[in-house]
């Protein structure tokens, strides 16, 4: 699977010859594999037909949020010990690491803002800024940005700072359980994402629940969120496990494909977005055999138990459903978008709540731009099958937890020319996987 020898001295030779042409300094070549780095792990991948993957690391604790900074070094968020900063050496591997930010409560939020001097990091209950020196990769000045998280439940707090909006902070907070009742008032401050002015922020941060505006509610863990071409946000929401219909008066099991793992359109993060988008109410339908008292679609939401006040229509009325439905129980933690926003390439970190396994593995959503000039999947809203497997673990059906690969965060090497996938499984790991 990986790239021979040849193929990669052509592509030295081509970054070379290019390099004279003013690329960025950065413009690598692509190693086939890494001096001293073996895989410590058992699992088999295969990838999709024209790409190719390298291991690029092994033996990290927990990657979980993956960047480059303006110097072009990689920054990684390792969970449970902090940020480490990794200088790239000419053939494309790792020559030396640095830890930048040494905090076991660290977790898996990392963002950097446009100009690649302020650094967020986040732990369960709390974000916090820092300010960052690419050239020596130091990280002095932290302050809090936002706290009161609620810790229980879901922990990641994934942020984001738009690419064209610096001043503000994009904070994402999942629920304190599968099926959470309260987040049906937005108010509780679970099962949504909130957006912060990072030009007013209290001493002492803000405090997540009662600041900051909505980019949403009814999100159960929106643990992927991801720009396009025109800076609108995209959530990637891991939804509920053990789910059941209630048929004639009796519980039936639905739950090896239902609900799908839902792609949401959030929108505008300038802008208060208070569209409710179903849970814990409603959720997504990904396989519509398995209801049988009534005749959906996927993409549609169904209740678990309707009743004479609020019925599946209900939620068709007054639920955002996903723009696009993925497998049940995949699991996405992370997704960019290619250089040219035609594909979404998504990390799907694989399921306990499915018989057969499903997930270790990444995929690519194709996209287009319409005539408004809005982005959207190619795929329609009611297809299963929107996405394509880019590289995955062989046997994924026998796969249980570290087992297997469990990718995590993605990020695009400046130059486009791969990307960095991190997996935390039973051994830390980060995978190149790129076209050839
Ligand atoms: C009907 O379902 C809705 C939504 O779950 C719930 O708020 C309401 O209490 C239910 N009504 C009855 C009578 O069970
Ligand atoms: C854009 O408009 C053209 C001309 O009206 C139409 O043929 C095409 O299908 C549209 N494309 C999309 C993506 O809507």
Not at 133 to 149: H, L, R, S, W, Y
Not at 230 to 240: D, I, K, Q
Not at 276 to 303: A, E, L, N, R, S
Not at 346 to 353: A, D, E
Request: proline fraction near 6%.
């Amino acid at each position: 699977m990986h790239p021979s020898a040849a193929l990669t001295a052509t592509l030295a030779i081509v970054g070379t010859a290019l390099a004279g042409a003013n690329l960025p300094r950065q413009a690598s070549s692509i190693p086939s594999s890494c001096p001293g780095v073996t895989a410590r792990t058992t699992y088999k991948l295969s990838v999709a037909t024209g790409w190719r993957y390298t291991l690029l690391a092994s033996g990290l604790t927990k990657p979980r949020s993956l960047l480059f900074d303006t110097e072009g070094h990689l920054l990684v968020l390792e969970a449970g010990k902090g940020l480490t900063a990794h200088t790239l050496g000419a053939d494309g591997c790792i020559a030396s690491s640095k830890t930048v930010i040494s905090m076991a409560q660290l977790n898996h939020g990392l963002a950097l803002s446009p100009d690649g001097k302020t650094l967020y990091v986040s732990a369960a209950p709390t974000a916090w800024s820092y300010a960052y020196d690419a050239k020596t990769m130091t990280a002095t000045n932290q302050q809090v940005v936002v706290k009161g998280m609620n810790p229980g439940g879901h922990n990641s707090r994934t942020l984001a700072v738009p690419p064209n909006r610096p001043d503000l902070l994009i904070v994402s907070l999942g629920s304190g359980g599968n099926i959470d009742e309260p987040t049906i008032a937005k108010e509780t401050g679970r099962a949504i994402v909130k957006v912060f002015d990072l030009g007013k922020t209290p001493a002492g941060g803000y405090t997540y629940n009662t600041q900051g505006w909505y980019l949403g509610y009814g999100l159960r863990n929106e643990v992927a969120l991801v720009f396009d071409g025109n800076n609108m946000v995209w959530g990637v929401e891991n939804s509920g496990d053990q789910l059941t219909r209630v048929v004639g008066g009796k519980s039936v099991d639905v739950h090896i494909d239902n609900p799908a793992e839902e792609l949401n359109y959030l929108g505008d993060p300038s802008k208060s977005n208070e569209q409710w988008y179903g849970y814990p109410t409603c959720w997504t339908v990904g396989d519509p055999k398995v209801i049988t008292d009534k005749t959906f679609k996927v993409g549609q939401q169904f209740m678990i138990s309707p009743n004479a006040t609020f019925d599946d229509a209900s939620c068709a009325a007054k639920s955002m459903p996903p723009r696009l439905s993925i497998k049940a129980h995949s699991a996405p933690i992370d997704g960019k978008f290619d250089k040219a926003f035609a594909n979404m390439y998504v990390s799907l970190h694989g399921s306990w709540n499915r018989q057969p396994a499903t997930g270790y593995k990444v995929v690519q959503i194709p996209f287009q731009k319409l005539n408004d000039s809005r982005y959207d999947p190619v795929a329609p809203q009611d297809s299963a099958a929107g996405y394509s497997d880019v590289l995955w673990t062989q046997n994924e059906g026998g796969c249980s937890g570290s087992t297997c690969l469990r990718p995590t965060g993605i990020t695009w090497h400046p130059d486009y020319s791969k990307m960095y996938v991190g997996s935390d499984g039973s051994v830390g790991e980060i995978y190149l996987l790129y076209k050839a």
